[in-house]
Structure formats: C-alpha cells, structure tokens
C-alpha cells in the first residue's frame, strides 16, 4: 500500500462495484458542459489518480442535447444552438488541456455524439428509452436526476417547467449509457464510471435486482477531493479508500 497521501477518496457504491474496482481494466470520467467542477486541474488530476488504480483512462463528455435545454429557457433555436457550440467547444478545450497537463500517457477522449452510430450505444440507449415509458422506478429517480440538474440553471426555489424536464430528460438518457455497459461501448473487460456525487439514479442502476440496470462489469464510485470528503463528514469514505489503495 501506498503512503503518499491521496487527493482523493472513492467511495464504490456497493460490494460488486468494489469488485469490480479491484479489477483495475478502466476508469471512465464523464465531463458535463457547463459545470465548473471539472476544470482542466481537475481533470488532469483525475486521469493521475486514476492511472495509480486502472490500466486505463477515458474521457467522455456530452454534447447531444444541450442546445434543447437552451431553448426550453427561452432562448431561440438559433441562440440556443450559438450557445450550445460555445459551451461544448469550452468544455473539449478544457479536457484536452487537462489531459496534456496530465502527462504522455494515452487517455481516450470522447465526445458521445461519436457514438450515436454505434450498435451497441442504440441498443442501451432503446433500453432507456423503454424504461421511461415502463418503469415508474427508473423514471421517478431518472426525472430526480435531471430536477438536481436543471436546478444550477433555475432561480433558488422555482420549479422546472415540464418542457425543461423533458429537455433535461433527453440530455440524462443519452448519457446513461455509460453508466449501463462502458465495457460493451469501449472495448473493456470492465469498467468503473466515477462522480463527485451520488446520483439519483445510482441506487436503481447499481442496487436493485430487477429492472434496468447496469452490467455485471459495470461498476460505479463517488470520487471526490480527499480534503473536502473528511472522515466525519462522510462515515466510510476514508476506510474504503485504504481498501482500494491496498
């Protein structure tokens, strides 16, 4: 084990996605447009960190969508789209300076547009689809998922309209795949996707036993800065750390 103070802590979500973790094959970043958590330090502190437990490192950041969410705040089709292009090319500039500060080794980088011809992608992105439309389960945490989203562009305390939920809906769904089957979309023996936060749609994808859910190899972790996890702040956190680092 390693005695070099980490700068982050994981945290999996559950005994298999621990497991999985300790394969080591893959660890997938997924970067919004527009959220500032992900700076081009962070990111590259990240693919560092991720390297110390995984054999390899991939980016993916979304950029389907993103014009819907504009207009469904009233912004034209035409300023929705300007807006749209600026925040996605932001955010690729952003990791691609991340990545180059993170060193030489490869890390794959990903826009998921990229895959929307792919076979695979269309099918877990029909599974989604179906699991909106019959599973009131998956659709009450995925609509709760895309409130906490739509929430850092509302006024404190004003509810999104249905409009902006669907919109928020549509950017959700064509991220999901990565959390149902990355090994299956890259080419992995398995996969860990990692957040700064649990979603609300992790206890359903990872804790249930029926339904949509992820993978067998599919795994998924909070990982967020070490000095702002704190032991006492989040029970657990510290002690799974030393667990993974081992």
Known sequence: MSTKPSPYQALPFSDRCRQVWGLGDHLLIGVSPGNSYFSARRIAELIDWGREFFDAVDVVYADLHVDAQFEAFGHTPEHAGRRAAKEIKTTAR????GVE????????????????????????????EAALREDQVFREAAEGMARSFLAGRLPAGVA???GQLAAGLRYICAELPFF???????????????HHIELP?????????EGLRAAPA????????AQAAGVAEAPGVAEASETLAA
């Open 94 to 97: 952003r990791i691609e300076r």
């Open 101 to 128: 500060q993170a060193g030489p080794a490869r890390v794959g980088v990903h826009a998921l547009s990229e895959f929307l011809v792919e076979p695979v992608y269309q099918r877990l992105r029909a599974e989604v």
């Open 160 to 162: 999104a309209e249905a």
């Open 180 to 194: 149902l089957d990355t090994p299956a979309l890259l080419g992995r023996a398995s996969s860990i996707s990692c």
């Open 201 to 209: 749609l992790t206890p359903v994808l990872f804790g249930r036993c």
């Open 218 to 225: 599919q795994g998924y972790a909070v990982v967020r800065p």
